[in-house]
């Protein structure tokens, strides 16, 4: 059964930093790509970075410059490192995960974890 767990959410202040970990069971990560995806309250899901399955990966302009992806050699999960976190970083951090391209398109991920806060206040 493919499964998805997101971790590393919590308060931090503005200006502070948070690594988010999506670990993956029941699939190999060299077969799927994998997306981080943010939901803050009253706004509609969007797509935040991506990680692709052939090692590509993409940073939508929100995150640009201070949000960095990567995956582990063992192809066992995919990290978001977030630093200079602003409070309207604030929302709820899913992944997600495609058989397919790389892509900020919520529509295109057929896998969802249950979601980590991230919550950037003083």
């Known amino acids: 059964q493919l499964q998805l767990v997101e971790s590393g959410g919590g308060l931090v202040q503005p200006g502070g930093s948070l690594r988010l970990s999506c670990a993956a069971s029941g699939f190999s990560l060299a077969d799927y790509t994998i997306g981080w995806f943010r939901q803050a309250p009253g706004k509609e899901r969007e797509g935040v970075a991506f990680f692709s399955r052939t090692g590509l990966f993409g940073h939508a302009d929100s995150a640009k410059g201070r949000f960095t992806v990567s995956r582990d050699n063992a192809k066992t999960a995919v990290y978001m490192q977030m630093n200079s976190l602003k409070p309207e970083d604030t929302a709820v951090y899913y992944c997600?995960?495609?058989?397919?391209?790389?892509?900020?398109?919520?529509?295109?991920?057929?896998?969802w974890g249950q979601g980590t806060q991230v919550t950037v206040s003083s």
């Open positions: 997600a995960a495609t058989s397919g391209w790389g892509s900020f398109q919520v529509s295109d991920y057929s896998y």
